[in-house]
């Protein structure tokens, strides 16, 4: 049987959902800030929207439109239907995450705040809401976390101190930011873990080094951001999401263009942890062996 893989932040919708917004009038034009990563590619990516707490069943698309505004894409049969404007103009792509509760979306302002908006399981929207504290100079992150009430959301963003921020909404409320540390060069990746050991998050970045950084974050505490080896990468990260230990396969492009992966868990070798240096590409492990 094959199975389908969805990874956080990059792969399986660059299936070819180009992002045209028609029909919709532009806003003024707010002034950008400058790029924080100058070496990574400034492309926009469609974020999917599925309930990590059931079979990763795509509900709906996420992107940024031409015109700035925050698009939606929800399922329809077997599907996606019509592009949506939900308005608003924000920097960067979007993050969407599906609850109990309804397909909540973060975005990044014109004014650098972080905005959540909702579309409630009885197809209202809620509109924008500002998530105040904290001001952000990277897209959100958003993830619906284990070990936490149902409904909860947990949210990061780079700070202006290039560290990662996180928040958490819990019963309805939002926790506050607190600093995981760290300095981020990358868009940030989170995926959830399995339930044992109790990391329910690993959060993943790009550090100055141009390394590879995670770091576990579980309800009272976090491990620390710690390298995967000393693979050099020239992109964003993408994260297998849907695995039976999710959160364990790790994609970047590495400086000679190629895809290196790195596997936190394997079956051949549970105990392989981040002090593993074994980064792979799956284009040289398929070339013949010299004799």
């Known amino acids: ?19 045209i917004a028609t029909g919709l009038v532009s ?16 492309l926009s990516t469609p974020q999917i929207a599925y309930n990590r707490a059931a079979a990763p069943v795509v509900t709906g698309v996420a992107a940024r439109g031409a015109d700035g505004a925050l698009l939606y894409s929800p399922r329809s049969g077997n599907g996606l239907g019509p592009l949506q404007s939900l308005g608003g103009m924000i920097i960067g792509d979007p993050s969407v995450v599906v609850t109990v509760n309804g397909t909540h979306f973060f975005v990044r302002g014109t004014d650098d705040q972080v905005y959540t908006n909702t579309i409630t399981p009885s197809g209202a929207v809620t509109g924008y809401s500002v998530v105040p504290g904290l001001t952000v100079t990277g897209e959100i992150e958003s993830i619906s976390p284990l070990l936490e009430p149902a409904g909860s959301i947990g949210i990061f963003a780079r700070g202006p101190d290039g560290a990662v921020w996180n928040n958490i ?14 300095f981020a060069t990358s868009e940030i990746t989170a995926a959830r873990t399995f339930v044992v050991p109790q990391s329910t998050i690993r959060v993943f970045v790009r550090g100055s080094d141009h390394r590879i950084y995670v770091n576990a974050v579980t309800p009272t505490g976090a491990s620390g951001f710690q390298p995967l080896g000393g693979l050099r990468a020239t992109s964003n990260i993408a994260v297998a999401d849907d695995t039976i230990f999710p959160g364990n396969q790790v994609f970047v492009r590495g400086e000679d263009n190629a895809v290196w992966y790195y596997n936190l868990v394997s079956a051949s070798d549970l105990r392989r942890g981040v002090n593993n240096p074994r980064w792979r590409s799956p284009s040289l492990a398929r070339r013949p062996r010299s004799r």
Request: without cysteine; glycine residues 8%; charged residues 10%.
């Open 1 to 19: 049987m094959k199975l389908t893989r969805w990874l956080s932040r990059a792969s399986a919708t660059t299936a070819i959902l180009t992002v």
């Open 27 to 42: 806003p003024a034009s707010a002034a950008a800030p400058p790029p924080w990563a100058a070496d990574l590619p400034d």
């Open 169 to 182: 909404l819990r019963n309805g409320v939002w926790t506050g930011w607190s600093s995981l540390g760290g």
